[in-house]
């Protein structure tokens, strides 16, 4: 069973960092392009960062450029986000997100989410 | 990047009733879109990629078409099940992803 599970979601002050962390069983890890996928309280789903397979690019939504960094570690299966100079409009629920394209076959694997709260 | 506009925002059906859900987007995708059910508390759940082919495991009730910028979901008869939000994705800008805003069925 293909298994994503983050941590290091919690409350931060704005200005404030943290680092979310996703472990991935399963799965050939490697193979997959890794993402962080965000929902924002009574909003829809908006992508954030994507990791390539051997961690060689990395693709950052506009507004997180520069603040978040996406990485992953191939031989622990982990994927993780560290986030700095976080405001509330990074309140979300962040989830990790595999995916992979076999010829023309979309398969992927989503995380249950890890809430992060930016507050005073 | 690549504007994902889905419409309606809502949608009210009585179960057993055909639902049809559409998406827009800002420029070409070809056929590199995907439909995915998110229910509250659970993980989105993929339903359609390639712009018409089921994801393993999904009822045959669940039909997408179109091509270029016009797509469209399609749930013929609507169990309890289905009442959830649902969205478009493009994965054509491969990997700057983006999503629609949601379409929610709700039950009438």
């Known amino acids: 069973e293909v298994q994503l599970v983050e941590s290091g979601g919690g409350l931060v002050q704005p200005g404030g960092s943290l680092r979310l962390s996703c472990a991935a069983s399963g799965l050939t890890f490697s193979n997959y392009w890794m993402s962080w996928v965000r929902q924002a309280p009574g909003k829809g789903l908006e992508w954030v960062a994507t990791?390539?397979?051997?961690?060689?690019?990395?693709y950052y939504l506009d507004s997180v450029r520069g603040r978040f960094t996406i990485s992953r570690d191939n031989a622990r299966n982990s994927l993780s986000l560290q986030m700095n100079s976080l405001t509330a409009e990074d309140t979300a629920v962040y989830s990790c997100?595999?995916?992979?394209?076999?010829?023309?076959?979309?398969?992927?694997?989503w995380g249950q989410g890890t809430l992060v709260t930016v507050s005073s | 990047e690549i504007v994902m506009t889905q419409s309606p925002a809502t949608l009210s059906v009585s179960p057993g009733e055909r639902a049809t859900l559409s998406c827009r987007a800002s420029?070409?995708?070809?056929?590199?879109l995907g439909w995915y059910q998110h229910q509250p508390g659970q993980a989105p759940r993929l339903l359609i990629y390639g712009a018409s082919t089921r994801a393993t495991g999904v009822p045959a009730r669940f039909s997408g078409s179109g091509s270029g910028t016009e797509f469209t979901l399609t749930i013929s008869s609507l169990q309890s099940e289905d009442f959830a939000v649902y969205y478009c994705?493009?994965?054509?800008?491969?990997?700057?992803?983006?999503f629609g805003q949601g379409t929610k069925v709700e039950i009438k």
């Open positions: 994705h493009q994965y054509n800008k491969w990997p700057s992803w983006t």
């Open positions: 997100w595999g995916v992979v394209l076999m010829g023309p076959h979309f398969f992927d694997y």
């Open positions: 420029q070409s995708v070809s056929s590199n």
């Open positions: 990791i390539k397979q051997d961690g060689s690019e990395e």
